[in-house]
T-cell receptor, first 115, second 115 residues
Framework: KAGVTQTPRYLIKTRGQQVTLSCSPI?????VSWYQQTPGQGLQFLFE???????NKGNFPGRFSGRQFSNSRSEMNVSTLELGDSALYLC??????????????FGPGTRLTVL | GENVEQHPSTLSVQEGDSAVIKCTYSDSASNYFPWYKQELGKGPQLIIDIRSNVGEKKDQRIAVTLNKTAKHFSLHITETQPEDSAVYFC??????????????FGSGTQLTVLP
């Protein structure tokens, strides 16, 4: 079975721009969760999508948004980029969601640098 | 919100020795506790997980113990090898708000195995 894939792997943007990241979950998984990883804050939960609906949301501003398509692929968007948005963005897929006892499988991440 | 504390933040051991990493959690209703290993430039990879209906689980050189009363769980790696060097994260499926749950991660432990 193919693992979780994320594109692109690296991105460089400037302040004020917007960015869209993509995640393809493991085949058959309906839940996709997004995390931001930084050296200072660690792994922080952004949001989770399940069957095309946002099910959970972390404590991030409205500039961070996402969506999920009928094939379970998910995108996250960050508008009006700030320097502090530089991070590794990870997505994880699971059968029933991150709050269950199902295993979450992570992708390799997208490294976003904001200049 | 609920939190997960992880100690130590760095750990150096000689090849062949054992390594122990400890985590405590605050949400008494958490019932799923995975451990992830993250190598440089990669996404976190699940190495072992435990559900709250058992107190210990073992997989070759890796074991996890869970003490629900004290709300802590530990990762034990025996006969460490240089390829075990990585950052290790613990997590618990903690309450976000209301009845919603999501994985909450510890701050990570940088394990270095010295040859």
């Amino acid at each position: 079975k193919a693992g979780v894939t994320q594109t692109p792997r690296y991105l460089i943007k400037t302040r004020g721009q917007q960015v869209t990241l993509s995640c393809s979950p493991i085949s058959g998984h309906r839940s996709v969760s997004w995390y931001q990883q930084t050296p200072g804050q660690g792994l922080q939960f952004l949001f989770e999508y399940f069957s095309e609906t946002q099910r959970n949301k972390g404590n991030f501003p409205g500039r961070f948004s996402g969506r999920q398509f009928s094939n379970s692929r998910s995108e996250m968007n960050v508008s009006t980029l700030e320097l502090g948005d530089s991070a590794l963005y990870l997505c994880a897929s699971s059968s029933n969601g991150g709050g269950s006892t199902d295993t979450q499988y992570f992708g390799p991440g997208t490294r976003l640098t904001v200049l | 919100g609920e939190n997960v504390e992880q100690h130590p933040s760095t750990l150096s051991v000689q090849e062949g020795d054992s390594a122990v990493i400890k985590c405590t959690y605050s949400d008494s209703a958490s019932n799923y506790f995975p451990w992830y290993k993250q190598e440089l430039g990669k996404g976190p990879q699940l190495i072992i997980d435990i559900r709250s209906n058992v107190g210990e689980k073992k997989d070759q050189r890796i074991a996890v113990t869970l003490n629900k009363t004290a709300k802590h769980f530990s990762l034990h790696i025996t006969e460490t090898q240089p390829e075990d060097s990585a950052v290790y994260f613990c997590a618990a499926n903690s309450r976000l708000r209301g009845s919603a749950r999501q994985l909450t991660f510890g701050s990570g432990t940088q394990l270095t195995v010295l040859p």
